[in-house]
């Protein structure tokens, strides 16, 4: 009846990744950011309501699943959608 809108909703079956491998073994590493990038990952992790650990995991995680959600070099965005 409306005009259309695009909403995006994060699908059910992405759970956010665990921390530790399946043998329950957790790496360190130290990441160098810059102060600007840090705080923006931090306000974004307060946003969601993580910690900037699992901000971070979950980001890098996401960023090595091919979900059917990328972002190609020319910065559009390719899923797919239900109607």
């Known amino acids: 009846g409306g005009e259309p809108q695009l ?3 994060a699908r059910p079956d992405a759970a956010p990744p665990a921390a530790e491998d ?3 073994a957790a790496a360190r ?3 160098r950011l810059s102060e600007r990038l840090k705080t ?3 306000d974004a992790a307060a946003r969601s309501g993580a910690s900037l650990n699992t901000w ?3 980001a890098i995680s996401s960023a090595l699943t091919d979900r059917g959600e990328r972002r190609g070099r020319s910065g ?3 899923g797919w959608a239900e109607s």
């Open 7 to 9: 909403v995006y909703v």
């Open 22 to 24: 399946e043998d329950g």
């Open 29 to 31: 590493i130290t990441l």
């Open 40 to 42: 923006q990952a931090e």
């Open 56 to 58: 971070l995991v979950r």
């Open 76 to 78: 559009r965005i390719q």
